[in-house]
């Protein structure tokens, strides 16, 4: 008995050693594995490390090498970078294996530690060795986490920097780029003042040849008109007004003595008929009544007289000023003078002439073409300052007539122009809309030049009679008209409406036309009008 329990006592010894011995050898397998993944992750986590220098090295190569590349470079390193976490996962997940698996052993030496606790304190060393081991292994794995998130974070920031020297590099290009384009236009600017200092050069010259070429033909012309000079060409252009109102008014007088009330109302019918205006003729009559009952007695020879000594009267009251040449005040430059007038009356030819004869008086002046909207009105224009020999600026043909009234003003303000002469466009007096732009360029005008317009001249044509003083109505409404120029006073016998219009506005008649050469634009004087009109003897004022 004893035999058999030391045999069987033997054999169970026997089985724990071998227990043991497997037990050692499994943990020892573990820890072999365990050190061999370590190696692997280590092995692999320096190859990712090399990887990523290379790679860094060859970012920086392409950024600098070839710089269109680089997008497609990145992409690849992206590419690259995501294969190589999807190789990290896939080692996590056989780390996470391996670690599921040796819980699993862990619980079977549990269990056989469990079966042989008191026995085999060695082997519960050895499971605990077990424990650290796994524990260092999963040390291990968060390592090779936190080296594939810096990896990858690495990655982004080299990808972020070669993409931020990249557009730096774009910069730089960008602003060589403008740099080049800048000296290019400043090359061209040079080349564009020397031009327009030849331009300019160019047309001094032009200039002086049309200066003198209108000398010449100014000369010329007057050597054709000497008998035409001065006083001359007004009692010749005012020859159908004297005949008419001096045919009425010897009817209206025939066979009287005296100067009463029924003469009065004969006269008073003269007047109204040859367009005095209404106004103006009562005005005219009650003085002639005031002069009679202050004389007592008048008789129709003294009447001729009477009327030419109140009409003086009366154009000396309403600001006309007698001048005897064509001039402009010397200390305003550039004199600004703004033409209106509705079409037809003759505005072109007005400009035309007194452009003329400023230039004649030794003037640089230049005519602005504002009247943009009627046909031919810009090339009309252009063809009397090639006549006179004067500068001439336009902006062509259905622009803005307020800008051309501005840039008028400032070609003159920068070339040190003496007169600017400003058209505007013809306009019916009944378009209240195109009434209301006059006041637009005349604003357009103080914003170039503060003072300026010196001038706004109305032309009225005296063959209208009294639908010229319906215009002179309108116009003074619209803007501000200063003076007025009365033309075509050789084709009409209606004259006698430039005593009713400067009259009833209180607007003084600078220019007078009267006939088609260049030299029939005369000043205004009123003496020597009313000569004119009434005949040669001179008259006492």
């Not at 590419?79 to 190789?87: F, K, L, N, T, V």
């Not at 304190?121 to 998130?149: G, N, S």
Request: proline share 1%; net charge neutral.
């Amino acid at each position: 008995m004893s035999f058999f329990k030391k045999l069987f006592g033997r054999d169970k010894k026997e089985e724990q050693e071998k227990a043991a011995a497997e037990a050692r050898r499994i943990a020892e397998e573990q820890r072999l594995a365990a050190e061999a993944k370590a190696a692997e992750a280590k092995r692999v986590a320096e190859e990712q490390q090399r990887v990523l220098v290379a790679k860094e090295a060859e970012a920086r190569r392409v950024a600098e090498e070839e710089q269109r590349a680089l997008e497609a470079k990145a992409t690849e390193a992206k590419r690259i970078a995501d294969e190589q976490q999807r190789i990290l996962a896939a080692q996590a997940n056989d780390a996470k294996r391996a670690a599921n698996e040796q819980q699993d052993l862990k619980a079977k030496a549990d269990a056989a530690q469990r079966t042989a606790a008191d026995e085999q304190q060695a082997l519960a060393k050895q499971v605990a060795e077990a424990k650290r081991v796994a524990e260092e292994k999963q040390a291990l794995k968060a390592k090779a986490d936190a080296a594939q998130k810096a990896a990858a974070e690495e990655q982004r920031a080299l990808a972020a920097k070669a993409k931020q020297e990249a557009e730096e590099q774009q910069k730089n290009l960008e602003a060589q780029r403008i740099a080049e384009e800048k000296q290019r236009e400043a090359e061209a600017k040079a080349a564009a003042a020397k031009k327009i200092a030849e331009d300019e050069r160019q047309a001094m010259a032009a200039r002086a040849a049309k200066a003198e070429a209108a000398k010449k033909a100014a000369e010329k012309q007057k050597s054709k008109t000497s008998f035409w000079g001065g006083k001359k060409d007004l009692d010749k252009g005012l020859e159908k007004t004297k005949s008419s109102f001096f045919g009425k008014l010897s009817r209206a007088v025939a066979g009287k003595s005296t100067v009463d009330e029924e003469v009065l109302d004969e006269v008073e019918q003269v007047l109204i008929t040859s367009d005095v205006g209404l106004e103006t003729t009562i005005k005219i009559i009650e003085r002639i009544e005031a002069r009679v009952a202050k004389d007592k007695y008048l008789n129709t020879n003294e009447l001729n007289s009477i009327l030419r000594d109140e009409i003086v009267q009366l154009l000396a009251e309403n600001n006309t000023q007698d001048v005897r040449d064509f001039s402009v005040p010397i200390n305003t430059k550039p004199y600004i003078m703004l033409v209106v007038g509705v079409n037809g009356v003759g505005k072109t030819t007005t400009i035309g002439k007194l452009a003329y004869q400023l230039t004649k008086q030794g003037k640089k002046v230049v005519i602005g073409a504002g009247d943009t909207f009627r046909a031919a009105a810009v090339d009309q224009l252009e063809i009397w300052s090639n006549r006179v020999g004067c500068e001439f600026f336009s902006k062509g043909m259905y622009t803005d007539p307020a800008a051309v009234a501005f840039e008028t003003t400032q070609y003159a303000i920068d070339n040190n122009c003496d007169v600017a002469i400003i058209d505007t466009a013809g306009r019916l007096h009944t378009k209240v809309n195109l009434m209301k732009e006059l006041g637009k360029i005349k604003r357009s005008v103080s914003k170039c030049l503060e003072s300026a317009p010196h001038d706004v001249m109305l032309v009225l044509d005296a063959t209208t009679g009294q639908n010229a003083i319906e215009q002179a109505k309108k116009f003074t409404t619209a803007t501000d008209v200063s003076c007025l120029a009365l033309t075509k006073l050789d084709g009409t016998a209606k004259g006698g409406v430039a005593i009713g219009i400067s009259d009833q506005f209180k607007i003084p008649i600078k220019y007078i036309g009267i006939g088609e050469g260049m030299e029939h634009l005369q000043v205004f004087n009123k003496k020597d009008f009313v000569e004119s009109m009434f005949g040669d003897a001179t008259i006492e004022g």
